[in-house]
């Protein structure tokens, strides 16, 4: 008699109001193409741009309809989530959520905090390390704590970079001179970051990134490589083998990632084993400082004939087939459905572990 599989009913919720959106729609397609429909059946849960949660049936629907990756276009009766009470009806009777969504409100503890209230286990990072790791002046305070390298920066409030931009910049080049970089303190995708070279640029860079945020950092450029490490597990986390970013345009900007395909991802990277085992640590580290579990992509800086520094932590890192936190596994052995299994065992585990 062949054995009884009961499969078990995963939500996965993308889209959203955040700047990533299309990247969390095309993660999102690749998951649901992956899953392991003999252990899992799928309710696919959109949320548009403007924040309206869809049904299954809404969302199955907006997936054929929609070309690409932008559900911006479609239109549901009423708004937001609390308009929506058949939506949540539906996480009351999934095993598990899966959020596959960057930036604000998927990747920053505020999708967490509404699984956690609905008792519902849920995949990736818990509330307080999807905030954590979400504002990146929070992340450098905990790695800072930990002991762990980070780049130097200083944190600014949006009001006083508008009310006195000079005295900002003065300090600013004080600190670090040029080039310096800006960015929101939480962005995504590159999403509102400059790079600096003159007082002039200075000032528009700080406006841009405060189109994204209250509070800004800037921060001391470095000259190296960009290493990324992939790191999985709960209370024992593994690290992958490592990849490199190697953006042709002037950094891995928003258009270098998603627009002009002009950067090249290695995986492996070519370092020496002595390098990247130093990386691999830290990756651990930067992970469990901030309290992470399931996922995480940690990314570094390597500066020529100098020591790796920690760069930033994404706790919901870009997922499709090809991104590169799903092809470091692919490196050390780990298929793209066992990967999507293994994070789905995990969410439940740590569920447990929570609740025990
Ligand atoms: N301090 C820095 N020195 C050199 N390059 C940087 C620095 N900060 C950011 N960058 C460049 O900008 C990109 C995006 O910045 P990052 O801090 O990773 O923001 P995001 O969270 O949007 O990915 C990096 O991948 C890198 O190319
Ligand atoms: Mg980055």
Redesign the pocket.
């Known amino acids: 008699m062949p054995a009884i599989m009961t499969t078990q009913r995963v939500a996965i919720i993308f889209g959203g109001n955040s700047g990533e959106h299309e990247v969390s729609v095309a993660s999102a397609r690749s998951v649901m193409a992956a899953i392991d429909r003999d252990r899992f059946e799928v309710a696919p849960l959109a949320i548009t741009r403007s924040g309206t949660w869809l049904t299954p049936e809404e969302t199955a629907s907006a997936l054929t309809r929609v070309e690409g990756q932008n559900l911006a276009t479609i239109q549901a009766e009423g708004a937001g989530l609390l308009s929506r009470p058949e939506v949540l009806r539906w996480l009351r009777d999934v095993s598990i959520a899966f959020p596959v969504l960057h930036g604000t409100n998927g990747e920053d503890g505020a999708i967490q905090g509404l699984f956690e209230v609905a008792n519902v286990p849920y995949v990736g990072a818990g509330v307080t390390a999807s905030a954590a790791g979400m504002d990146?002046t929070v992340t450098k305070a905990l790695w800072r704590d930990a002991g762990l390298p980070v780049?130097d920066s200083m944190t600014v409030l949006r009001r006083d970079a508008e009310a006195d931009p000079q005295r900002i910049a003065r300090e600013a080049e004080r600190q670090f001179g040029y080039p310096l970089?800006v960015?929101p303190a939480c962005?995504?995708?590159?999403?509102g970051?400059s790079?600096v070279r003159s007082r002039e640029d200075l000032t528009g860079a700080l406006i841009e990134a405060g189109r994204w945020d209250r509070k800004l950092l800037i921060?001391?450029?470095?000259?190296g490589r960009?290493i990324e490490c992939a790191v999985l597990g709960n209370d024992q986390p593994q690290a992958s083998p490592l990849g490199e970013?190697a953006?042709t345009a002037e950094?891995?900007?928003y258009e270098a990632k998603y627009v002009e395909d002009s950067t090249a991802l290695y995986a492996p990277a070519d370092l020496d084993e002595e390098t990247a085992a130093a990386i691999q640590q830290l990756a651990l580290a930067a992970y469990r400082a901030i309290d992470c579990a399931g996922m995480a992509r940690v990314?570094f800086?390597l500066p020529a004939g100098g020591k790796p520094v920690l760069?930033?932590i994404?706790t919901i890192p870009g997922f499709t087939r090809i991104s590169m936190y799903p092809r470091l596994w692919q490196v050390a052995g780990l298929s793209y459905r066992d990967l999507i299994t293994r994070l789905i065992e995990l969410g439940l585990e740590r569920y447990a572990e929570t609740h025990r």
Do not use: L, M, T
């Open positions: 990146k780049v970089f960015k962005s995504g995708s590159s999403v970051v790079k921060e001391r450029a470095i000259v960009e970013i953006p950094f891995y900007s990314d800086f760069n930033e994404n």
